[in-house]
């Protein structure tokens, strides 16, 4: 009697070529190895899933978010080609509505654009200490837009409790990306009127103003730089980043960092301490707060100003070689209050000894 061998799928095909890769390369990342595949990152971790070790998780953002907090202290990733922003703390008050979700804590600090989302998994993540339990979560394309990592062991069963509450009727190794996400049009910039492009930046009074506005112009961000080259923006030397955190840390200014992707801005405000270039890699290495920067992936940095109702508020800000935000700095600020006397001092020199 003839066996008939039942053909692998390509998700079972893909999942152990994930595992030989990982065996070959033992330090090399998921994203890594989804790239090394052909494949993207949702796709691979996808091909995991057993409903068991690897859960797919439903997509009611509002509400998985909202029992977050049980979870305790985190660690909360967000990242894009370029930077990575590591941030330990916990999930609290946290609101949805309409096209935007917040994270308001003083230290876990989200802007989450979830209509991008669309798929999520929890999963183990094995490193140099050890297994850890983690939520990651992937825009439609398949990209990695947030991931969260449980950093105290005895909320186990927090984690698995969540997990359960939150598993998806589906727990086959398939899902079906988007391929391309819808971006906004934009003009190019002779094409764009600049004396009205500057008498509406003039007129700005508060820094959430300045996206609309772009979007009014239908105009990038870098080609809007440019135009205001010399009125609200500075082009400055790639290396003005390494400069801007040593003095920052040297002299106590609290920042904020903003890092952001598709679906997620993760932002740390407060004083940066441990500051370290290695190869291409500028990294603040905080007991609370990670930043891992590619610095040979920065195209173009630029020192930024705008007009508010609390005074000018300015940030230095990079960008890659395809005009994507890669992150932005800014003087720790709150609503209502004006800039840092020490922020706008530290980046009034770096516009005199960093211009590019």
């Not at 990152?41 to 509002?62: F, H, I, M, P, Y």
């Not at 959430?208 to 979007?215: E, K, N, Q, V, Y």
Request: aromatic share 8%.
């Amino acid at each position: 009697m003839e066996t008939t061998i039942q053909p692998m799928s390509a998700a079972e095909s893909l999942r152990q070529r994930w595992e030989q890769t990982k065996q070959a390369n033992p330090r090399m990342r998921a994203l890594q190895i989804a790239r090394t595949l052909g494949v993207s990152e949702a796709e691979l971790v996808a091909s995991a899933c057993d409903g068991k070790q690897t859960v797919r998780l439903n997509t009611d953002w509002s509400v998985l978010f909202s029992k977050l907090e049980r979870l305790g202290e985190v660690m909360a990733l967000t990242r894009n080609e370029a930077a990575v922003h590591e941030k330990t703390g916990v999930y609290r008050n946290v609101s949805f509505k309409g096209f935007a979700g917040l994270v308001l804590d003083e230290e876990i600090d989200l802007r989450v654009f979830h209509q991008r989302w669309g798929f999520a998994f929890a999963l183990p993540v094995e490193n140099a200490r050890g297994t850890l339990l983690s939520l990651q979560f992937f825009d439609k394309e398949g990209h990695a837009v947030h991931k969260i990592y449980l950093k105290d062991a005895d909320r186990a069963r927090q984690f698995n409790d969540l997990v359960e509450e939150f598993r998806h009727p589906d727990q086959s190794p398939f899902i079906e990306i988007t391929r391309h996400l819808e971006k906004d049009t934009t003009r190019p910039a002779e094409h764009i009127d600049k004396d009205a492009l500057l008498r509406t930046w003039s007129a700005l009074r508060d820094t959430h103003d300045f996206f609309p506005m772009l979007r009014d112009f239908e105009i990038g961000r870098t080609d809007a730089l440019k135009l205001a080259e010399g009125s609200f923006s500075w082009k400055v030397k790639r290396e003005t980043t390494q400069e801007m955190l040593l003095l920052a840390s040297g002299r106590q200014i609290p920042i904020m960092v903003f890092v952001g992707n598709s679906g997620m801005i993760q932002i740390h405000s407060g004083p940066v301490q441990k500051i370290k270039v290695m190869e291409n890699w500028v990294n603040i290495m905080d007991p609370r707060f990670n930043l891992h920067l590619r610095e040979d992936l920065i195209a173009e940095t630029w020192i930024v100003e705008k007009p508010t109702d609390d005074g000018p508020v300015t940030s230095l800000e990079l960008f890659d070689a395809e005009g994507a935000q890669i992150v932005t700095f800014f003087g720790a600020r709150k609503p209502g209050k004006p800039e840092l006397a020490s922020w706008t001092d530290l980046t009034s020199e770096l516009k005199k000894q960093m211009t590019a």
